[in-house]
């Protein structure tokens, strides 16, 4: 079964810094991931996919992350960080048949 | 569209009675995922449904609980009895499933069950 790891519960970085959140999964077929996001009190808004095609893929709000297959790794990037991005995010893997695995999620946190 | 819609938003109850959640998918989307979410948890996904036909209930945590899906457009989720470890954030979310994998899945808003 494929699986997904969160480095990192919380994440603190200050505004206008670089935001990496990391994820790396393990699959023994191709993987299709995703990177959600869950603002309090919501439920989880899609940020961005890699299904196939070119590793570095951008999503809404700035966010960007690459698929490495070397590394089995899709690390969430944001060059500046605004208050707003003040969330909790998940990273998941789907397996065949269309289920969704989720990663514990990491919390960023935005000093200002 | 509306997007995923989950009713109620809240529930309390007390321990020992029937509790419904309810969802209506995105309308065309033909795959319903039922999610849990707590803090000593996270994410389980509970059960999810193709084509109104249940696929995966392994996440069902006790017979206490069950789920339906009579038609296309509409989905419950049923508790009986509560019990206060039932305690948490419930999802709903619905995907156009097939061999595509761009499609993703669209949440609720969730229903925050607190069973006293």
């Known amino acids: 079964a494929q699986s997904v790891t969160q480095l990192g519960s919380h994440v603190s970085v200050s505004e206008g810094a670089l935001v990496l959140l990391r994820c790396n999964y393990s699959s023994s077929v191709p993987p299709y991931l995703f990177w959600y996001v869950q603002y309090p009190n919501q439920g989880l808004q899609l940020l961005l996919k890699y299904t196939t095609g070119a590793t570095l893929v951008k999503g809404i709000n700035g966010f960007e992350a690459e698929f490495k297959k070397s590394e089995t790794s899709f690390h969430l990037t944001k060059p500046s960080a605004h208050m707003s991005d003040a969330a909790e995010y998940f990273c998941?893997?789907?397996?065949?048949?269309?289920?969704?695995?989720f990663g514990a999620g990491t919390i960023l946190r935005v000093k200002s | 569209d509306a997007g995923v819609i989950q009713s109620p938003r809240h529930e309390v109850t007390e321990m020992g009675q029937e509790v419904t959640l309810r969802c209506k998918p995105i309308?065309?989307?033909?795959?319903l995922f039922w999610y849990r979410q707590t803090m000593m948890r996270g994410l389980e996904l509970l059960i999810y449904?193709?084509?109104?036909?249940?696929?995966?209930d392994s996440g069902m945590p006790e017979d206490r609980f069950s789920a339906k899906m009579p038609n296309a457009s509409f989905s419950t989720l049923k508790i009986q009895p509560s019990e206060p470890r039932d305690s948490a954030v419930y999802f709903c979310?619905?995907?156009?499933?097939?061999?595509?994998?761009?499609?993703?899945?669209?949440f609720g808003s969730g229903t925050r069950l607190t069973v006293v």
């Open positions: 998941a893997v789907r397996e065949y048949g269309n289920k969704l695995v």
């Open positions: 309308s065309g989307h033909n795959s």
């Open positions: 449904f193709n084509n109104n036909v249940p696929i995966d």
């Open positions: 979310a619905s995907s156009l499933q097939g061999q595509n994998p761009n499609y993703g899945y669209t």
